[in-house]
């Protein structure tokens, strides 16, 4: 099946640290997602992307529709402990069914 | 709103027994998926229904059944459960409506097969 490379798989950083990471694929998509999953939780959606070169903020979080449709960048500004958890990105093809694409995630560790 | 419910949050079986895992959700949403989650391999989906009536096989169907019940409700079979099912289940729905393609998960189901 369609498959999605996210990277990095794991970050560990520094509180008040920058994180970007990026989910790339062969195929176009028309659609990102980016979700955001707590420890015994759920994934909670983050971001919705939906044109090529749009770039949308909701808070600390930034994330970017590459303009090739191939990719997808997120970055997390100044971080705090909440923001420890697994992100995953998410991409709906254009052409086939109506279904996401998950990427594998990256596990975010924050040290105090 | 409790967004997407799902029951039982925990659960053990042995290798062959059968069980039906619940979602519902109260958004009036059409679309409602079933996933997997296995370490390593992110969200793989098992079945979903773009709408009442409609049920359609994901990446990973075999050993799984659905019903959609109705507009609110989803649920997952297992008839003759493995360990190769052991993994954490997670429904999720979606307006289905236009561009927007935001799909709303549940809390999941965390399934031990012995």
């Known amino acids: 099946g369609q498959q999605l490379n996210q990277s990095p798989q794991s970050m560990f950083i520094q509180e008040g640290e920058d994180v970007s990471m990026n989910c790339t694929s062969s195929?176009?998509?028309?659609?990102w997602l980016w979700y955001k999953q707590d420890p015994g939780e759920g994934p909670v959606l983050l971001i919705a992307?939906?044109?090529?070169?749009e770039l949308t903020s909701n808070g600390r979080l930034t994330a970017q529709f590459g303009i090739t449709r191939k990719d997808s960048f997120l970055n997390i500004s100044a971080s705090i402990p909440s923001d420890v958890g697994i992100y995953f990105c998410a991409g709906l093809l254009i052409q086939g069914a109506q279904k996401l694409v998950f990427g594998q995630g990256t596990r975010l560790t924050i040290n105090p | 709103n409790a967004g997407v419910t799902q029951t039982p949050k925990f659960q053990v079986l042995k290798t062959g027994q059968s069980m039906t895992l619940q979602c519902a959700q109260d958004?009036?949403?059409?679309?409602m998926y079933w996933y997997r989650q296995d370490p390593g391999m992110g969200l793989r989906l098992i079945y979903y229904s773009a709408s009442e009536g409609t049920t359609d096989k994901g990446e990973v169907p075999n050993g799984y059944n659905v019903s959609r019940l109705n507009k609110r409700e989803f649920s997952l079979r297992l008839e003759s459960a493995a360990p190769s099912q052991t993994s954490v289940y997670f429904c999720?729905?979606?307006?289905?409506?236009?561009?927007?393609?935001?799909?709303?998960f549940g809390p999941g189901t965390r399934l031990t097969v012995t």
């Open positions: 958004m009036n949403h059409n679309s």
């Open positions: 992307l939906y044109k090529a070169g």
């Open positions: 195929s176009i998509f028309n659609t």
């Open positions: 999720a729905s979606r307006k289905g409506q236009g561009l927007s393609y935001e799909q709303y």
